[in-house]
Nanobody, 121 residues
Framework: QVQLVESGGGEVQAGGSLRLSCAAS????????MDWYRQPPGKQRELVAA???????DFADSVKGRFTISRDNAKNTVSLQMNSLKPEDTATYYC???????????????WGQGTQVTVSS
């Protein structure tokens, strides 16, 4: 069984910073992409940032230059450093990973339970 557990959410004033972390645990053979998504109140879930197991990154236009994503392949963790936060960054943030539980198993999608980020003006 695989679990993705996020931590680091909270409330911060506009202009502040937060760092989210996600740890994948359980029966994991390999992890491909690890991503952060967010879902603002009343809106659809959207991709915020992604990182491949080789370290290539991609960001939503709305967070470019403010957020960075990093991962530790040895520890199966991914982090999202969020700087210059804006009220519109308020959302539930979800960790996501594509991974295999065994060498012969197909790559599957796994989600964390989400962590709330609230940015006040």
């Amino acid at each position: 069984q695989v679990q993705l557990v996020e931590s680091g959410g909270g409330e911060v004033q506009a202009g502040g910073s937060l760092r989210l972390s996600c740890a994948a645990s359980g029966s994991i053979f390999s992890i491909n992409d690890m991503d952060w998504y967010r879902q603002p109140p009343g809106k659809q879930r959207e991709l915020v940032a992604a990182i491949t197991n080789g370290g290539s990154t991609d960001f939503a236009d709305s967070v470019k230059g403010r957020f960075t994503i990093s991962r530790d392949n040895a520890k199966n963790t991914v982090s999202l450093q969020m700087n210059s936060l804006k009220p519109e960054d308020t959302a539930t943030y979800y960790c996501h990973a594509y991974l295999r539980t065994r060498r012969t198993n197909p790559v599957q999608s796994y989600w964390g339970q989400g962590t709330q980020v609230t940015v006040s003006s």
